[in-house]
């Protein structure tokens, strides 16, 4: 049962919004890893994207990606500050599969593609991020909080956003990589791309 105007199926979309709402919940499952910037929480939710996208596609993954942002800000509250950082979540989620789904665009990417893709991935990330927190998210957050953090916003970024966006590309990559390789049979009967 085809949907006319997108061509997805009801059954892609029924998938997705599971796929979402999966990604959601692992949200909440959060650990700080670099002291210095303990706000900063790595979470498993980017997995279910990067799953996702082996089995959607981009679009799918950018799809899965901006729902699980907009479920968590409607129900963690609509403010200014929580809108800068689901803004940021959504853009580290394109950082980091835009440059993954560009390399593994191939059926059955090898070990070595896929660490390709991962390392990509995690750089995009990383570089991304630090520029934006560097040149606009953090002194946002300064600015609408109106604190200080007693440190110049480029020793922020050099001593916990470049850290905590590599350990985070590694970590996911590292899970991705294993998990798409153990359910490859799966993926390939369940690809709609």
């Known amino acids: ?28 499952v959060a650990l700080p890893i670099v002291p210095i910037v303990p706000y900063m929480k790595l979470d498993l939710s980017d997995l279910v994207v990067l799953i996702g996208m082996s089995v959607f596609g981009l679009g ?25 950082g689901v803004m940021t979540a959504f853009i580290a989620d394109l950082s980091l599969i835009v440059p993954i789904s560009l390399v593994l665009k191939r059926r059955n990417p090898s070990l070595t593609r896929q660490i390709v893709a991962v390392v990509l991935g995690t750089l995009s990330l990383t570089v991304v991020l630090s520029l934006g927190n560097w040149l606009v998210i953090t002194p946002l957050y300064l600015k609408v909080l109106n604190i200080s953090i007693g440190l110049p916003v480029s020793k922020l970024v050099l001593l ?23 359910m490859a049979p799966w993926l390939a009967k369940h690809t709609t791309l």
């Open 1 to 28: 049962m085809e949907n006319s105007r997108s061509g997805l199926s009801v059954r892609a979309m029924v998938e997705m919004a599971l796929f979402a709402g999966i990604s959601y919940v692992l949200m909440f």
């Open 60 to 84: 799918g993954a950018i799809l899965i990606a901006a729902v699980k942002e907009l479920l968590y800000f409607v129900t963690t509250g609509m403010d200014v500050v929580n809108l800068i």
């Open 160 to 182: 916990g956003v470049i850290p905590f966006n590599l350990i985070k590309g590694v970590v996911l990559g590292i899970l991705f990589i294993l998990l798409i390789r153990r």
